[in-house]
């Protein structure tokens, strides 16, 4: 069964770091793309960023919102992705979910299947 | 970037009804859109991709149309279980952009 962890989560102060983990099992992880997306209090889903495999040149991209804060890396030997938030600010506090991107050529990606989340909250 | 809109953002129905969704883009995004499902405190759940085509598993009484602008998520009969908020996404570029949401109220 393929399933996706995250952890590392937690409360942080405007201008602090953070770093997430996802680790996977039950598929071969380097062979897919690693996406994270979270999710506001009460609100809908937003894309924060993807880092291809290596099938697919091992580039990233992110969501204008992230860019410069936020970096996503992967440890392909030990399952992990990792998204490391720096800079944290109020509004960056969410649920944040990993997920495998699937593809076909010509596409894009769609997600699944999704981890259960893990909560930051960035307060003072 | 390519903006999704759902509607309706929240709908009232009863066990057995038909019940269907709507999600416009922007600008043409082909095929490429999924269909999620989620309930409260859980992940989202994936239902449909490519506009129509099921995911394993998920029950036949879900399906999906469209192409281009205008995409449908149909449940043909609703069950308790689908009482949930449902998203698109496109995936024809970068960013990825998921619609505001549908939330199925039971009626």
């Known amino acids: 069964e393929v399933q996706l962890e995250e952890s590392g989560g937690g409360l942080v102060q405007p201008g602090g770091s953070l770093r997430l983990s996802c680790t996977g099992s039950?598929?071969?992880?380097?062979?897919?793309?690693m996406t994270w997306v979270r999710q506001a209090p009460g609100k809908g889903l937003e894309w924060v960023g993807l880092f291809r495999s290596r099938l697919y040149g091992g580039t990233i991209e992110y969501a204008a919102s992230v860019k410069g804060r936020f970096t996503i890396s992967r440890d392909n030997s030990n399952s992990i992705a990792y998204l490391q938030m720096n800079s944290l600010k109020t509004e960056d506090t969410a649920m944040y979910y990993c997920s495998r991107g699937l593809t076909v050529p010509g596409a894009k990606y769609w997600l699944d299947p999704w981890g259960q989340g893990t909560l930051v909250t960035v307060s003072s | 970037d390519i903006q999704m809109t759902q509607s309706p953002p929240t709908l009232s129905a009863s066990v057995g009804d038909r019940v269907t969704i709507t999600c416009r883009a922007s600008?043409?995004?082909?095929?490429?859109l999924a269909w999620y499902q989620q309930k409260p405190g859980k992940a989202p759940k994936l239902l449909i991709y490519q506009a129509s085509n099921l995911e394993s598993g998920v029950p036949s009484r879900f399906s999906g149309s469209g192409s281009g602008t205008e995409f449908t998520l149909t449940i043909s009969s609703l069950q308790p279980d689908d009482f949930a908020t449902y998203y698109c996404q496109h995936y024809s570029s970068f960013p990825l952009t998921f619609g505001g949401g549908t939330k199925v109220e039971i009626k």
């Open positions: 600008q043409s995004i082909s095929s490429w």
């Open positions: 039950g598929f071969t992880f380097g062979d897919y793309a």
